[in-house]
C-alpha cells in the first residue's frame, strides 16, 4: 500500500480513539484508478455499522441514502464544508475535496448526535415506511452501535481539511489516467462504492456461513452479473477467491492461538471439508495449515498440537 497505508492508519485511529465514523465519498472516480489508494480508502467508502447495514437492507432506504450523495454532492459545489442530518438522523459534517476548483469528493465526519429525539422520530418514521424494518430493532442497533463522537468538531476539521487537500494532490498524481477536463461534466454516484464495501463487510460478518454470489447481490441490491464485475474490478479477484482469502485469514489466528483440530478449525473458518480448507491454504500461503503451525504456533501451558 505504500504511500496511501498512514492515511488508513490516522483514519482507523480517529474513529477508535473518539467514537468518530468516517466516510469517504468519491463523487468522481477518482479512487479505484490507483487499486493501492482503493484498497487503503476502501474500510471508509460507505457506513457498514450494523445500525446502517440494517437501515439499508431495505431497498427504498438504501436508494434513499444514495440521495443523500446526490444531495451533498450539489451542496459542496457551493460551500467549503456543511453539517447535516441523513434521512435517518444520523449528523455528519462534510469536508469537500477537491482540486484546482473541481470537486473530487468529500469526507464525511460523524456521528454527533446533537438533537437525539429528532434522530429517534426519523427512525420511527423511516420504519413506518417499510414493511422490512422493525422499529425496535432498529432503535436497539441505534443503540448498541452509534455513539456519538467525544471529540469537539472545532478542533479535529483542520485536521481533515488537510486530510482532503492531500487527497487532491493525490489526485493531482493520479491524472494522467483520469483527465482533470472531464470533471465539468461528470457525476460519479458512489454506488459503486457502496456495493463493494457492503459486499465485503457482509463477508466478514458471515465467513463462517454459506456465502453465495446471489446474497451479497441481494444484500447490495444489484444483479450477480454487476456485483461480480465490480468486485473483480475492484478487489482483483473473484468473489469465491476473495471469501477464501477471508477465511484463511481468520483460521490462521485460530492455527497460532488454540489447539482445536484442523478439522474443528476448517469448519469454525466456514469450510465444510478439512481436505478443500487444506488445498486452499496451501494454495494461498505456499504451506499446508499443519506446517504453518508448527512454524508459528506459541505452545501455551495445557495446550497441546491437535491436528486431523
Not at 414493511?131 to 468538531?153: F, G, P, S
Not at 463487510?201 to 456461513?209: F, K, L, P, S, T
Not at 441490491?221 to 478487489?235: A, E, I, M, N, P
Amino acid at each position: 500500500m505504500g504511500q496511501y497505508e498512514q492515511i488508513g492508519q490516522y483514519f482507523s485511529f480517529l474513529q477508535r480513539r473518539y467514537h468518530l465514523q468516517i466516510c469517504i465519498k468519491d463523487y468522481c472516480g477518482f479512487i479505484p484508478i490507483n487499486r493501492d489508494l482503493d484498497e487503503v480508502l476502501r474500510p471508509f467508502l460507505a457506513h457498514t455499522n450494523p445500525f446502517c447495514m440494517y437501515i439499508k437492507s431495505d431497498i427504498a432506504q438504501y436508494h434513499n441514502c444514495q440521495l443523500m450523495i446526490r444531495k451533498m454532492h450539489r451542496k459542496c459545489q457551493s460551500c467549503e464544508g456543511f453539517f447535516g442530518f441523513c434521512h435517518a438522523g444520523l449528523g455528519e459534517y462534510v469536508i469537500p475535496i477537491s482540486y484546482e476548483g473541481n470537486l473530487l469528493g468529500s469526507i464525511n465526519l460523524g456521528f454527533f448526535q446533537t438533537e437525539p429525539e429528532q434522530t429517534c422520530r426519523r427512525i420511527a418514521q423511516v420504519c413506518g415506511q417499510s414493511a422490512l424494518l422493525e422499529e425496535e430493532t432498529a432503535q436497539k442497533l441505534y443503540r448498541e452501535n452509534i455513539r456519538t463522537a467525544d471529540v469537539d468538531l472545532e478542533s479535529v476539521l483542520p485536521a481533515f481539511r488537510m486530510v482532503a487537500e492531500y487527497l487532491g494532490y493525490t489526485y493531482r498524481e493520479l491524472r494522467e489516467t483520469h483527465q482533470v477536463e472531464r470533471l465539468a461534466n461528470r457525476y460519479y454516484s458512489s454506488s459503486e462504492d457502496t456495493i463493494i464495501s457492503h459486499a465485503i463487510e457482509h463477508i466478514r460478518q458471515h465467513y463462517n456461513q454459506k456465502i453465495t454470489a446471489r446474497q451479497l447481490a441481494d444484500c447490495c441490491h444489484c444483479s450477480t452479473t454487476y456485483l461480480s464485475r465490480v468486485f473483480k474490478k475492484r478487489t482483483g479477484v473473484n468473489i469465491n477467491i476473495y471469501i477464501n482469502k477471508v477465511r484463511i485469514e481468520i483460521s490462521k489466528h485460530d492455527l497460532l492461538m488454540s489447539a482445536s483440530s484442523i478439522a474443528d478449525i476448517a469448519l469454525n473458518s466456514g469450510f465444510n471439508d478439512p481436505n478443500y480448507y487444506c488445498r486452499v491454504f496451501n494454495q494461498l500461503t505456499g504451506i499446508s495449515p499443519s506446517e504453518f503451525r508448527r512454524r508459528f504456533h506459541k505452545v501455551l501451558p495445557g495446550m497441546p498440537h491437535s491436528d486431523l
